[in-house]
């Protein structure tokens, strides 16, 4: 990568796909870094960037002090840059090593082994009832929908459509959307319960973030995976967002946290 790259870092590698948001730099920093400053330095518009490395603090080998940041800033959590920071250290690390917390300022990722690919368990977030701002429904085109929740951590707004919505029709205008400056709004997760049994559907857009549509929205299942399996009644689930990319993943969601199968993620190079 053509970058300015400060001292501290020993190794950075890029994941992803260029041209849609879907690129992660990791960066994997010796100790004492200033994750901020390299954030600054990195420069990268069109990209996220996770910036992790060796805790000091830790006994365990396994524990990594991780950050993430997008081109506004720096992020609570990203699932598919988890992904990504893992692959990075498991290839770095003996194969005796096969799990690594990724802890993070606000929250901790868990990655380990599994086969050819990993798992990865999120937190859990709860949700509470919200009322959707009536110029976001009217931009997204929305006539009607079951509830409406939101996270206020995360500042994040899940809209659970009618069944059988074809969420694939709404087309929202990014640059009016993204304009709209609500107060605890920084995504927006429309989902929509599948047709098979313990499936569900969603789309994820985060304009607020320079990010019209994240083609690989892992975390927004820190979200989906509580609020479906209250909803659905099953632990064991299917998360299927409807992209461009059309990742699926395999959810078990516990009262520690949700586990998400990526291996798909792997396969696609996230």
Not at 46 to 53: I, Y
């Amino acid at each position: 990568m053509e970058h300015s790259k400060p001292s501290v870092i020993e190794v950075a590698v890029t994941f992803g796909r260029a041209g849609d948001g879907g690129l992660h730099d990791v960066v994997v920093a010796l100790p004492g870094h200033d994750a901020e400053e390299i954030w600054c330095r990195w420069g990268g518009r069109d990209r996220l960037l996770v910036v992790t490395s060796p805790s000091e603090k830790a006994t365990e080998e396994s524990v990594y002090d991780t950050r993430w940041f997008s081109s506004s800033g720096e992020i609570e959590l990203c699932g598919s840059g988890a992904v990504a920071a893992a692959r990075v250290i498991f290839s770095r690390t003996a194969a005796g090593m096969d799990r690594v917390c990724l802890r993070g300022i606000h929250h901790n990722i868990t990655a380990v082994r599994a086969g050819q690919g990993l798992r990865i368990r999120l937190p859990n977030f709860d949700t509470t009832v919200c009322t959707l701002p009536s110029y976001v429904q009217d931009q997204l085109g929305i006539a009607e929908l079951v509830t409406c929740v939101t996270n206020h951590e995360l500042r994040t707004v899940v809209v659970q459509l009618l069944n059988g919505t074809d969420i694939l029709s709404v087309e929202p205008d990014f640059g009016q959307l993204g304009a709209m400056r609500h107060k605890g709004l920084e995504a927006l997760i429309l989902t929509v319960q599948g047709k098979d049994p313990g499936v569900f559907d969603y789309r994820y857009f985060t304009p607020w973030h320079g990010l019209d549509e994240s083609p690989v929205a892992v975390s927004a299942n820190a979200l989906l995976g509580p609020f479906w399996r209250q909803r659905l009644n099953q632990s064991s689930l299917i998360g299927r967002q409807l992209s461009d990319l059309m990742p699926s993943f395999r959810l078990q969601v516990e009262a520690e946290g949700t586990w998400v199968d990526s291996k798909s993620l792997l396969n696609r190079e996230y």
